[in-house]
């Protein structure tokens, strides 16, 4: 159990500390440039195929930190990376906040569900729960989003879908991670 929690911290500081980077990065920036005000960025990952180019933009964006079990301890504990057949199956420990307490999908199923044109007008709506990382999915090309529907779903459906999403006032029955900020403690002084 101790272990168990353990892990948990340590999983909780790394996405805190990623969180507020992808939150710097996003600050009114735009990934690539674009064509027209408003417009989607013109620029994208080029490889040998989508699938390649899938895989390159799931690794570099921190999809696994959140959407792969046990991927983040894998890495910081041992530095041994997770088999790619594991990816992506979505988390049973959620993030909770003012929003309630999120989980992070099971992709390998969800994209099963959903074709490459609805896939992508998610990502440019952006309107599912913290902290999923939405800024950095609409500041994508079509190209880019095109490529991480591809590898996901040539994956093939996986696991067990994650939990559903709790209201704001429901208490999770399964571990979290609280997105609440907290004041710093006063110290005594002498």
């Known amino acids: 159990m101790t272990t168990h929690i353990t892990n948990i911290r340590m999983h909780a500081a790394f996405l805190a500390v990623a969180g507020l980077l992808s939150l710097q990065a996003c600050g009114g920036a735009t990934a690539a440039p674009t064509t027209e005000a408003g417009s989607a960025p013109s620029q994208y990952v080029q490889a040998e195929s989508q699938i390649d180019a899938g895989r390159y933009l799931v690794k570099i964006g921190g999809c696994n930190d959140c959407h792969t079990p046990g991927y983040v301890e894998g890495i910081m504990m041992t530095g041994t990376a997770m088999p790619e057949a594991d990816w992506l199956k979505g988390?049973?420990?959620?993030?909770?906040?003012?929003?309630?307490?999120?989980y992070a999908a099971n992709l390998r199923l969800?994209?099963?569900?959903?074709?490459?044109?609805?896939?992508?007008?998610?990502?440019?709506?952006?309107?599912?729960?913290?902290?999923?990382p939405w800024p950095s999915l609409q500041a994508m090309s079509d190209e880019d989003l095109s490529g991480i529907y591809t590898y996901i779903h040539s994956?093939?459906?996986?696991?067990?879908?994650?939990?559903?999403?709790?209201?704001?006032?429901?208490?999770?029955?399964?571990?979290?991670?609280?997105?609440?900020?907290?004041?710093?403690?006063?110290?005594?002084?002498?």
Do not use: C, Y
């Not at 969800?110 to 999923?132: L, T, Y």
């Open 155 to 190: 994956l093939g459906a996986a696991g067990e879908p994650a939990p559903a999403a709790l209201s704001p006032g429901v208490a999770p029955d399964r571990p979290h991670i609280p997105f609440i900020p907290q004041a710093p403690t006063k110290q005594a002084t002498k």
């Open 110 to 132: 969800s994209f099963q569900n959903m074709d490459e044109e609805q896939f992508i007008e998610m990502a440019r709506k952006g309107q599912g729960r913290p902290p999923m």
């Open 91 to 102: 988390a049973d420990v959620g993030f909770s906040g003012p929003w309630g307490v999120s």
